[in-house]
């Protein structure tokens, strides 16, 4: 391929990168603007990635595992997307290719349909096949977070609605996710962006911090996969949970903190000062113990 062409690319990437993640900010700010409460702490909050980090598995497999039994589509559709799912899993690299066939597989099952319908069969299937699946470990993590009064999204690239449900049901703050258009409440097959996927993440927290006045440097995130190493980079805290070989490997270069849910070993104990940061303990801890936010599950 000629070095112009792939120069095009990139920036074709990068740019869709961008405005996914710009669109997922924007939709998450929409959604806060509803909130009735304010924390305390407003210029400190975690991020959270959702798939092997907070929930075990692929929460968009689990999804589309409700709508095959829907018959949304077949168990044969259904075998391919989990097959996509795993050659991603274990490769942990972006493939331009597979990110497109995740995109079109995603695309193809919306299109057509009312946003109120998929967010009635998020609940549903959120109920049936998710709600077990959350790492309590994980779900701790966020809690602290919260009863020190910060602010908690959830980052993923899921579609935001299903991870707005998955947000509201742990009692977090919102979600930034995957932002597919709608006309008239309508999807039309098409993206806003792009899936909000490796550096689209961090653009989408970046975007998010802006908004919303918070200091980078007195946030964190969690992610288990070395394809969020760009979202856990643009913070002043990052915590590789039940990581891939290519993050754990990272997180020890870099000397991030590790926890892993996953084996039967006794996680070690949450401590608010690693994971929060001497920036949260100076004061807004004391009045963040006190708060509770409404509508917590």
Known sequence: ?????RDVDSSERESRAIAAGEASAEAAAAELEAALAVPPDLTAAAFFDVDNTMMMGASIFHFARGLAARKYFTTSDLAGFAWQQ???RIGGKEDAEG???SR???LSFVAGRSVEELVTLGEEIYDELMADRIWSGTRALAQMHLDAGQRVWLVTATPVELARIIARRLGLTGALGTVAESVDGVYTG???GDLLHGPGKAHAVRALSAREGLNLRRCTAYSD??????????VGTAVAVN????????????????RDFRTGRKAARIG???????GVVAGALAAGMAYRRRGRS
């Open 243 to 258: 990581p891939d070989q290519g993050l754990r490997d990272v997180a020890r270069a870099r000397g991030w903190e590790i």
């Open 272 to 278: 608010v000062p690693s994971v929060l940061g001497a």
């Open 99 to 101: 990110i497109r066939s």
């Open 104 to 106: 079109e597989q995603a």
């Open 1 to 5: 391929m000629p070095l112009w062409r």
């Open 86 to 88: 795993l050659k991603f």
């Open 190 to 192: 098409r993206l806003v």
């Open 225 to 234: 996969s070395v394809n969020d190493v760009p979202m856990l980079s643009v």
